[in-house]
């Protein structure tokens, strides 16, 4: 099988990308690694650009039928005073909403229903090896062997594609593991709220009108013991935690791990392979911006690749490096900054992180700065 464009990795990012080139009439291919979409259950907050791409592709009228909106955001520290509120009628951009908690499952399941026509998505399709031949990439994957003018990884954190062209990256680890898990309570209202604990921010966010889900990055040190709890130490270690009063919760859905670490690829392009998504550069959860980011990529890349310019590779590569490098790269560097500040356990430290929370609230320009960063990857 011969392609213009071959997308490695059908997540949301490779799922997305792939609806908008066939929306554009290009020839392109995606495959996956797994059998099936996983319709996985962890919920992701999405900013409102990310909400306005989806709607350009008309994927918005399913995905937006299962999404809450939120309109709130509530950050404290525990070993201070330091607490910042976000609420959408202060800010000065006129938006009904701060964006919008999705399951994973919907969006992408949402996505592919969208190309399920097409006979150029295929499952348990591994990437193996790449090879250049006069210009075009040839890839041998389980199921045979693929060609392709342009080749894009949109295959996730240990990302084939990035490794086989020898794309090197810069990783590191931030020793915290995040245990997510879902809540049923009598009832949500539209606000996430986050906490810095002794051992890691621990986030509550509205998944619907009566279950949350948390996000609590842990220490390594200490991430087993809170994995291995009964499940009603784990709740009684939450009440205890989180500093602000909190209904009866009870289990939904059971604790998942994930190991933190963070990646950025030394470039986004080279030749004719390009990086999306967690391929691309993977950040700590705790603003909970690696999909928004990774949609950004995909809204750049869908707005270069166009029938024409398959012709003009080396412009796509320049374009799509100046475009998706230096926000990311800022992107990491915040989130960096705000996980060292929170891990201090010096006492002037953390005085001055206290004094700058409490600053930023005060300040609705500095708040709405926040807000804009956030809501424009
Ligand atoms: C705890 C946690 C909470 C988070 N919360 C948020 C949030 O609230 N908001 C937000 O914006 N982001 C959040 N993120 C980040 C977000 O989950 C990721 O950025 C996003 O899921 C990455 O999507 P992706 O499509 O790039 O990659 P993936 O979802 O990893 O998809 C990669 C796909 O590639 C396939 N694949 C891999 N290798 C191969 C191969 N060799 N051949 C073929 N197929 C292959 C895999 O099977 C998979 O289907 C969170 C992350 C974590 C860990």
Known sequence: MKYDVLIVGAGVTGALLFLALKNKNINVGLIDGRDKAPNSYRHLSLNNKSMTFLKELDAWNVIGKTAFEYNQIKVWDQEGTGFIDFNVNELEKNIPNIGFIVKEGDIQNSLLSLVSDSKNLLWSCNLEKIEKI????????SKGKLETKILIGADGIQSSVRN??????????YNQTAIVANFSVPQTDPCIRQTFTSVGPLALLPMNETELTM?????????????????????????????????????SAKRQSFPLKHLSAKTFARGNVFLVGDAAHHIHPLAGLGLNAGIGDVKSLSDLITPESLLQVK??????NQQRIPI?????AAMEAFKRGFEQKNIWIR????????????LTF???KFIELATEL
Do not use: V
Not at 351 to 362: C, D, E, G, Q, V
């Open 328 to 332: 990311n790269l800022a992107l990491a």
């Open 215 to 251: 996000i609590w990055s842990i220490d390594d040190t200490k991430a087993y013991d809170y994995l291995g709890m009964n499940e009603d130490d784990f709740i009684n270690e939450i009440h205890q935690s989180f500093g602000e009063k909190l209904p009866e919760i009870k289990f």
């Open 366 to 368: 500095l708040k709405n």
């Open 351 to 362: 005085l001055i992180r206290n004094h700058a929370f409490s600053l930023t609230n005060k």
């Open 134 to 141: 006069n210009g075009d990439i040839h890839c041998e994957t």
């Open 164 to 173: 086989l062209s020898s794309i090197s990256s810069r990783t590191w680890s």
């Open 315 to 320: 412009q796509i590569e320049d374009k799509y």
